[in-house]
T-cell receptor, first 114, second 116 residues
């Protein structure tokens, strides 16, 4: 069955360091992958999208990589700040099943301490 | 201005009742979605409408019925509520979905449903 795995343990990181989150998937050939941020009691907010033929995408202090051979995406927050503390979700859209249907991982909580 | 809004934010009700959650988006998007986020935080798609037409209908009990009166609104009606329906329900919207279309989704604030 299709599976998306994100590290369930919270990532505790010191301000200024780089946070790296992983998203692994199995039995998928995703057309693209998205990353969202979710704060407690709020809806997810879109951050970045990367397509299957792209290796890397950047937006300000965020960087996403996509390795379809390893079936993995890495999400980096450089120069992390306490305001980056949140849960980060990866979401995949299967190649053969589009119409905007996304499958989400359970998310990884990031805690940035001053 | 709120992009995607949902009402109510909290809903506490008894088992067996029927309830509705409303969603509206003012982004001019063609596609709207309903998701369920359970206690383990998994966000699962339930339904999607594209320009008032149902395009995604996941394996959801038929007690759940979506309705889209126009492309800016997507409501969710739940009959005969059960304990297991307790969750946070999110509405989302995106520009027209379709094959090979890569669109971000904009989520509402969520409705926390508690069934007693």
């Amino acid at each position: 069955s299709q599976k998306i795995e994100q590290n369930s343990e919270a990532l505790n990181i010191q301000e200024g360091k780089t946070a790296t989150l992983t998203c692994n998937y199995t039995n998928y050939s995703p057309a693209y992958l998205q990353w969202y941020r979710q704060d407690p009691g709020r809806g997810p907010v879109f951050l970045l999208l990367i397509r299957e033929n792209e290796k890397e995408k950047r937006k300000e202090r965020l960087k996403v990589t996509f390795d379809t051979t390893l079936k993995q995406s890495l999400f980096h927050i450089t120069a992390s700040q306490p305001a980056d503390s949140a849960t980060y979700l990866c979401a995949l859209a299967a190649s053969t099943d589009s119409w905007g249907k996304l499958q989400f991982g359970a998310g990884t909580q990031v805690v940035v301490t001053p | 201005d709120t992009a995607v809004s949902q009402t109510p934010k909290y809903l506490v009700t008894q088992m067996g009742n029927d309830k509705s959650i409303k969603c509206e988006q003012n982004l001019g998007h063609d596609t709207m979605y309903w998701y369920k986020q359970d206690s383990k935080k998994f966000l699962k798609i339930m339904f999607s409408y594209n320009n008032k037409e149902l395009i995604i209908n996941e394996t959801v009990p038929n007690r759940f019925s979506p309705k889209s009166p126009d492309k800016a609104h997507l409501n969710l009606h739940i009959n005969s509520l059960e304990l297991g329906d307790s969750a946070v329900y999110f509405c989302a919207s995106s520009r027209a979905a379709g094959l090979a279309v890569y669109n971000e989704q904009f989520f509402g604030p969520g409705t926390r449903l508690t069934v007693l």
